[in-house]
């Protein structure tokens, strides 16, 4: 049997050429990803830079680098893929469709991780602050891309979804420094309310942590059914907010009393009228 070698020459000139473009496009393919590699490096080194001189939530800074290197070695790969003559194109379809059904799945996981990235960034609260949100009341432990816990005073920890924060009112009681005191007194019909108003006044002036301005006031509110009713109104540090309103409902009560202005407890009085005349009454015999 002959070997024939023009044969095997033809093969070896029609092969050569696609070798050497093959070797050409795997060594395109190799420096794109060195370069490509060393300018997400430079990236993420300026991205850090510019995070850690802002003043953005670290657990946000942290997953948005995360974030955007995932994505800068995605489009990397698709370069290199295009580079080795892949058509990338079916590729990306092919993504687009996983992340599809991976977002139809995760629909409420999408909507706490959105929530997660409003409240990291526009901060409706922070650690530490005392809200109220979704029917709990209690201060801020922990806020996480997902989920925010929330410490009631009673020390049940509460998990909050983030969607649902992000998406409904929330009551931040640590936004501002003060707050206002509100008390409700009650004192007995026919009490001189001018004199009662002073001795409330006085009393709230000897609490140092009540503040003068705005200064504390007494308003008459209401005819109660069993009590003329004032509003007391002072300010306070926001932390100091339940001991001034505790001490001080406990000092006007002392204070009034002292002064021997009455504070009444719920009564009713009944009044029995009769026609003019005689009125017979009689016994009844049961049967």
């Known amino acids: ?3 024939d070698t023009n044969s095997m020459d033809g093969i070896i000139q029609s092969v050569t050429p696609l070798v050497l473009l093959a070797l050409k496009n795997i060594l395109i393919a190799v420096v794109v990803y060195f370069i490509g590699k060393w300018v997400i490096g430079l990236a993420m080194k300026a991205l850090t830079k510019i995070f850690d001189k802002s003043d953005l939530d670290k657990s946000l800074s942290s997953f948005l680098t995360s974030f955007v290197r995932g994505l800068l070695y995605v489009l990397l790969i698709l370069a290199v893929l295009a580079t080795l003559g892949v ?3 079916a590729f990306v379809a092919i993504l687009g469709a996983a992340g599809l059904a991976v977002g139809l799945a995760l629909q409420g996981s999408l909507a706490n991780f959105a929530g997660g990235v409003l409240i990291l960034v526009f901060k409706p609260f922070k650690i530490g602050d005392t809200v109220e949100a979704q029917g709990t009341l209690g201060s801020v432990e922990k806020i996480d891309i997902l989920y925010t816990t929330i410490r009631q005073f009673d020390n049940k ?5 983030n969607g649902n924060l992000a998406n409904n009112n929330i009551t931040n009681f640590s936004e501002k420094p003060t707050r206002r005191v509100e008390m409700a007194v009650g004192v007995a019909y026919g009490t001189d309310l001018k004199l009662t108003r002073k001795i409330i006044l006085d009393t709230l ?19 109660g059914d069993n009590s003329l009713d004032l509003s007391v109104r002072c300010w306070s540090d926001a932390g100091d907010l339940w001991p001034v309103f505790w001490d001080n ?6 204070s009034l009393e002292e002064n021997n202005i009455e504070v009444p407890f719920p009564q009713r009085d009944v009044h029995h009228f009769f026609p003019e005349g005689n009125i017979e009454l009689k016994n009844v015999e049961k049967k």
Do not use: G, L, Q
């Open 1 to 3: 049997m002959e070997f």
């Open 87 to 89: 058509e990338v194109t």
């Open 157 to 161: 920890v509460v998990t909050v979804p």
């Open 205 to 223: 002036k000897k609490d140092e942590r009540i503040h003068a301005d705005p200064a504390p006031a007494v308003y008459f509110t209401n005819f």
């Open 249 to 254: 409902m406990e000092n006007i009560k002392e």
